[in-house]
């Protein structure tokens, strides 16, 4: 997900890394500062920073997206017309020969397990995609249900346009946006029930 006013320069350069000699210095950034910060000091059992990978998550309707929308947790407040899911699968990264990391749950989250392009295979048994399409993630029965929800997939270098198969937005008006740069409009999707 990103602000929609980064997509201009992602259509140029795709997604990067806070630390690539292509990264936006005028990025819009959206979401919780002190956990995007915290990424910068995790390090994974494979003994890498999370904060060197581009995160994806694996469905809509995180719990980030929540805060990023409401202002939870003192983050400023985004409106969902200007939040872009930007989306690639895992076979497109694969035929970029991209390094990636996945994991089955939240990736700062210590009991969440990373796994790599041997685990590739098993991924759909692998991550609990019913817990990501739930639509709720707090369940007395289920404590566990958030971290597995935000399972992620981590990407290690700089994304190239052509790594982007579609986005996802809000509202016409914001696919209007995206059509205005450029953007082939069949691959754009309104879809409103994606956010809060």
């Known amino acids: 997900m990103v602000h ?29 500062n002190s956990l995007i910060n915290s990424r910068n000091f995790t390090r994974l059992s494979n003994n890498e920073i999370l904060g060197n990978y581009i995160p994806f998550y694996f469905g809509s309707r995180m719990p980030m997206l929540l805060v990023i929308q409401k202002g939870y947790n003192e983050v400023p407040i985004t409106e969902p017309e200007k939040i872009v899911y930007c989306i690639s699968t895992v076979q497109k990264i694969m035929d970029l020969q991209l390094d990636f990391i996945f994991t089955d749950g939240h990736a700062v989250d210590k009991t969440s397990t990373i796994y790599g392009l041997n685990d590739v295979h098993s991924i759909l048994n692998i991550v609990d995609f019913d ?43 914001a696919k209007d946006i995206l059509i205005e740069l450029n953007i082939d409009a069949d691959k754009i999707v309104i879809r409103p029930t994606f956010y809060f």
């Open 131 to 173: 817990a990501i399409k739930a639509k709720y993630w707090k369940k007395e029965t289920d404590l566990d249900l958030k971290r597995r929800k935000e399972a992620e997939f981590l990407v290690k270098t700089d994304i190239p346009p052509k790594g982007i198969s579609g986005y996802v937005v809000y509202s016409q008006t």
């Open 4 to 32: 929609i006013e980064n997509i201009s320069h992602l259509l140029q350069f795709g997604i990067t890394h806070w630390n690539s000699v292509n990264k936006n210095s005028n990025y819009i950034p959206i979401g919780d």
